[in-house]
């Protein structure tokens, strides 16, 4: 006992020492009026000093190649950005697409913003020489452990010009405060800032302050950044009330009871919607929606499943992106105890929304999420409501925190499921870091089967990391999933287990004369225990290395043992299947990544190796071809061949997706997205055609259709089409 005391105080008083973020600089407050032109002129930005800038890659610290001036002031209302951005050679500077929020390999000047100056949560801005307008949210301090922490479908309220000059170009991005969420005291507001100039076609990072690449995107990590200071703020807190009209038609072929034949059902759309969002204070924002839609969210990314396990995919709506971050409770890989693609979304097709509410923020020293959404009844669900609550708050240091979930899915049939969850996330010294989590998932049709047990329906989960990219990094993790713990609205691929794994690696940053910009072996291994009887389910130990190059092209390598025992018939279609039973199995694969700054790049993948009792050999090619700001073209195209001789069975796939995207300017743009899947004869198409009137005001036209071009390998023979739809969605957001 007095060791475990001694123990704890030990690491209590490493925690403390910790030391908390640097010194405050205060940003000027500008006397003038800023004409927003991109034109950075000596009489508005005089009093204004550059910010003094380090290079970040392709090596930290190196000498500059161009001469970048970064300033940054604000006035009562807004956070001003300005950047004359020196290149001897013009005819080099990428501008590559006007399509917004998509990022093309161009040329990038950005600011990114911890608002609340959490050290976890930031916002990120950024613009190319076309003044395309990219705005996302970065959570978990943009550490990948918890998932993934860029949010690119976060959006909100602001306005940059750009202006081609005689030396180069120039950029002035104007932030309305309240866009921004931010805690006032003593009549001030800090928050944590990061500037850079990134030149595409050299993989160069000019960044403000000088934050050395220690990490994965280091340059965009919330810890790190500079405190600044803004005094005399005045924001004022609008309301943004966003009515929808959408109308359309609907045809699709379905299966009659009887199944002999398809008959074609068609509908007319006419609906009405709105959404508001009032900032209570400065830093709790609230979102009512009525009778919600999205119909211009794309398409997903059509997927095989070559496992048991469910197949995981992004939430793209905007209603819940913003501060999206609050609400992560990632259990590891992709699992969740929360996943807002759970609510208005089954197997993928919409359920009608009614509408519902949505508050995040901070409330003094605690973040604060609240969700509560009510969906219609369909076909096959009855009307459901939706509820989250998530609280956390610093503990001991600044990057540490400790925090409660709770999660329920209530039917109108009187079904339930309720699920809570407990984490802490503690920064133990340095870049170390220990994260405890306790989950439990109460649902009424355990209940009724005696399966209400603690053991049964509960989550333990540890970590202890190094968070960094250079020098020694390691993780050692256990993960106790209960055979019920099922949350209502979460994602897990798989449950009743006990999983140890651990990882270690060394990374290390080439001189200023190599060729390599980071060097990255690691070797990994977990094992999956089932709890019923205490066998191997899962196992797989990884050799893997990454090398990025100056020139910023990337290649990844690794070579792996995989272990799994099937308990039921793994199948794959109806020519290929894997018998229950024990597989051992050796794979390897390679990526090539082309430099993003390129007008065309591309990556080539491939995989080889045994596969359960057979082998399987997979190869990728993705190129993307910026033919000019206004045309770009890309695609992904995966072929699998699966071999299992001793059955005489095949298993051959391909996935074809193919996007152009076409932008007259910044306002009026296009995009088409076809897939082709092999595996289950599918094709599908989404169109989508977008003016941007402006900020807030929008005229979508969104086409779909499904395509089956192998009609006769069932019966009755299968429609030409599935389904196809045509709508017309007009949004206008009056602010008061």
Known sequence: MRLLISSLAFVSMGLIALPSSGQVSTMPLLEREII?????TDEEWNAVEPLPLTMYQPTFEGTMTESTEIRVGHDANYIYVAGKLFDSEPDGIRANTLYRDRYSGDDTFAIILDTFNDDENA?????????VRFDMAVSNDANFSGGQPMNSSWNTFWDVQTAFTSFGWSVEMRIPFSSLGFQVVDGTVEMGMIVYRYIARKNERHIYPAIPPNWGMGFAK????????????????????????????????ELNELETEYSRERDVTREAGLDLRYNITNNLSLDLTANTDFAQVEADDQQVNLSRFSLFFPEKRQFFQQRSGVFNYNTGGSDRLFHSRRIGLSDGEPVRLLGGSRVVGRIGSWDVGFIDMQTDKSSDLPSENFGVLRIRRNVLNQNSYAGAMVTSRLSTDGDYNIAYGLDTVLRIRDEDYATLQLSQVFDDGF????????????????????????????????S????????????RARDGYLSPSVSTGYGWFGSETSLFRSVEPEISGNVFFRLDDKSIESAELQSSVGIEFKSGSEVNADISYRFEALSDTLSFSSRAEVLPGTYDFINGSVRYDMHDGNLFRASFGSEAGSFFDGYRYSISVSPTWSMSKHVEMGADVIANFIRFGNRNQQFDFQLIRARTQLALNRKISANAFVQVNTANKFVSANARFRYNISEGNDLWIVYNEGIHYDRMRELPFLPAFRSRTILLKFTYTFIS
């Open 123 to 131: 916002v990120w801005f950024f613009t190319t020489p076309a003044g």
């Open 480 to 491: 106790r999933v209960g055979e019920f713990h099922e949350p209502g609205i979460g994602f």
């Open 447 to 478: 209940a009724e089967d005696g399966n209400q047990t603690f053991r049964e329906t509960s989550l333990l989960r540890a970590v202890y990391e190094r968070r960094a990219q250079e020098g020694v990094v390691y993780s050692a993790a256990v």
């Open 36 to 40: 927003l032109d991109g034109i950075v």
């Open 222 to 253: 919330p810890s790190v950044a500079r405190n600044v200071r803004f005094e005399g703020i005045q924001s004022k807190r609008p309301v943004y009330i966003t009515p929808y009209i959408l109308g359309g038609r609907n045809v699709e072929n």
